[in-house]
């Protein structure tokens, strides 16, 4: 018991400080896509079994940091919301716990993977830009330096 709220304690802080995790359902997904009105909305699709994601989203924050004028970046788990504090607890860790979080909360997962990009098959990291003139486009997998250029 003692152990318990020794690591309850410990949580407590991270959890905290973090960001407020929304819940992004399907009905949401078009607001999330619409244009920003100058620069470029990124949003980091990541899961917390993903061996690439947190290096992904370690590079996203330190982009946005370089250009906080030019870029809005928004974390997504495609975990279920229910999983809150394990999400809380990894963007604390990746630094990225001052961005808008959401997390998904639809019975069908899939459903919001096709409405966000029905070129994506749902796999993560998955780095998704839009731009102010509504141009989107997305990339999957590592970023490396070469695909960091790109954005």
């Known amino acids: 018991m003692r152990r318990m709220l020794m690591a309850l304690a410990m949580t407590g802080p991270i ?7 929304t819940a992004l359902s399907a009905a949401d997904v078009p607001g ?3 244009p920003p009105g100058h620069g470029e909305r990124i949003i980091e699709l990541w899961a917390l079994d993903c061996a690439y994601c947190e290096s992904n989203m370690r590079a996203m924050a ?3 940091r370089a250009h906080p004028h030019r870029i809005e970046l928004i974390t997504v788990a495609t975990d279920e919301i229910t999983q809150r504090d394990a999400i809380l607890e990894r963007l604390h860790a990746a630094g990225l716990d001052r961005y808008p979080a959401r997390a998904y909360t639809d019975a069908s997962p899939e459903r919001i993977d096709y409405l966000i990009d029905p070129h994506w098959g749902g796999e993560t990291p998955r780095t998704f830009v839009i731009r102010a003139d509504g141009t989107m486009f997305g990339i999957s997998g590592a970023l490396t330096p070469q695909r960091l250029s790109m954005l």
């Open 32 to 34: 999330l896509l619409k």
């Open 15 to 21: 959890l905290a400080h973090a960001a407020a995790l």
């Open 62 to 64: 330190a982009l946005q």
